[in-house]
Every structure is written in structure tokens, then in C-alpha cells.
């Protein structure tokens, strides 16, 4: 039986009060809002998240039942593809982090981001995967490792607070854990950013 499970995130006083908890952690809002974030803004910011008409649904990660953190997806639209240099259709952005700072090293994100990635696939015939994690953001790129990643080079990019380097990881598809992949690329998305790319192949 998986530890790691993933729910929708729910209108409730409970759920935004730990997004609040996680959002004071200078390591998870450093990566995302760079600032701390407080219960009006966490539920302005979510509470549409949570509606069925969401377009960036919110999905809690629990670890042995317990919520440890969150991951989100959206659909690509056009301007992002362009920015991505991505052509397709069916290309979703996934977005995630582990809140909970004593969870972290435990594998939770891999299993959380395979779980989501074989959903997107069933259930909205995803063809390519995208994620943007800061150059500076360490453990996120090693969790993305665990899911088939690998550096191939390095870019300079514009200098930015954050980090000075465009880190470029590739995946040939051979260390796929429950989904298949070919061709993966990374692209530029911002100063600070970096697009991976995951095009599933069934063949």
C-alpha cells in the first residue's frame, strides 16, 4: 500500500490554515510568493482553486494520512507555449512542495508527482508534462531526479537575485518510474526559472 496519497484541497478553515503554517517557512515561500503569506491571502489566492471550475486545481499530498504539502497543475495555454517552445496539445504545468520541512528527504514529492502525472495521463490524455523549479532550489531538482531527470547542461541567464545559471536536465526516458517518457527538455521560462518538459510516448 503507497504512504502517499494526494486529495483535493477543500474550502475549509483547516486546509488553508495549514497552507497559511507552510507559507510563514522561509524555504517554501522563498520559491514561490517570496514573501510570507498570510490567511486572507492564502485564501484569496486558493479558495478559487477549490471550485469545480477550477483552472488550477489544488491537490493536498498526504503522508500517511497526515497532509504534508501540496501539488497543483494547470493546462498550458498558448502564450506559455511559446514562451516554453512547446507545440502540442495537451501540455499541463505541475506545481508542488512539501510543507511540512520534518517530511522532507522521504520520497513524498516523486510519489506525489508520479501519482499526478499518471492522472493527468488518464484522465486528460496529457502529452507533455512541464515543471519550473528555481536554479537554486536544490532539493527540488534532486526529487525531479528521482522521477528520471538528469543535468545536461549548464546556461548562463540574466543575473537576478536568485540565482545566475539556467540549469538544463534531460531524461531519456530509461529510469521512468511508472510512466513513460521521451524526449525532455528544458527550457527558459524566466530569469530565475527553468521549464522541464516530459512528452509521453505509449509506443
Same mark, same amino acid.
Given at each position: 500500500m503507497c504512504d502517499v496519497n494526494i486529495r483535493l484541497l477543500r474550502d475549509k478553515e483547516e486546509? #488553508? +490554515?495549514?497552507?497559511? !503554517?507552510? #507559507?510563514? *517557512?522561509? *524555504? $517554501? #515561500? !522563498?520559491?514561490?510568493e517570496q514573501r510570507k503569506l498570510n490567511y486572507k491571502e492564502i485564501k484569496e489566492k486558493y479558495y478559487?482553486?477549490?471550485?469545480?471550475?477550477? +483552472? %488550477?486545481?489544488? #491537490?493536498?499530498i498526504e503522508y500517511k494520512d497526515k497532509p504534508v504539502g501540496i501539488i497543483q497543475y494547470k493546462l498550458v495555454e498558448e502564450e506559455d507555449k511559446k514562451l516554453y517552445k512547446l507545440t502540442g496539445n495537451n501540455i499541463y504545468e505541475i506545481d508542488i512542495f512539501i510543507g511540512e520541512l520534518k517530511e522532507h528527504n +522521504?520520497? $513524498?514529492?516523486? +510519489?506525489? %508527482?508520479n501519482i499526478m502525472s499518471n492522472l493527468l495521463k488518464k484522465e486528460k490524455n496529457a502529452e507533455i508534462l512541464v515543471m519550473c523549479p528555481l536554479e537554486n532550489n536544490i532539493k527540488a531538482i534532486n526529487c525531479y531526479k528521482k522521477c528520471g531527470f538528469y543535468i545536461k547542461d549548464y546556461f548562463d541567464t540574466k543575473k537576478t537575485p536568485l540565482n545566475n545559471d539556467l540549469i538544463v536536465m534531460h531524461q531519456d526516458g530509461k529510469n521512468a518510474s511508472t510512466y513513460k517518457i521521451s524526449n525532455f527538455e528544458l527550457f527558459k521560462k524566466s530569469a530565475n526559472r527553468y521549464v522541464v518538459s516530459l512528452e509521453f510516448n505509449d509506443k
Open positions: 486546509d #488553508y +490554515k495549514l497552507l497559511e !503554517s507552510w #507559507y510563514q *517557512e522561509e *524555504e $517554501i #515561500y !522563498s520559491s514561490f478559487p482553486r477549490t471550485l469545480k471550475t477550477a +483552472k %488550477i486545481p489544488v #491537490y493536498m +522521504k520520497g $513524498i514529492g516523486s +510519489k506525489a %508527482i
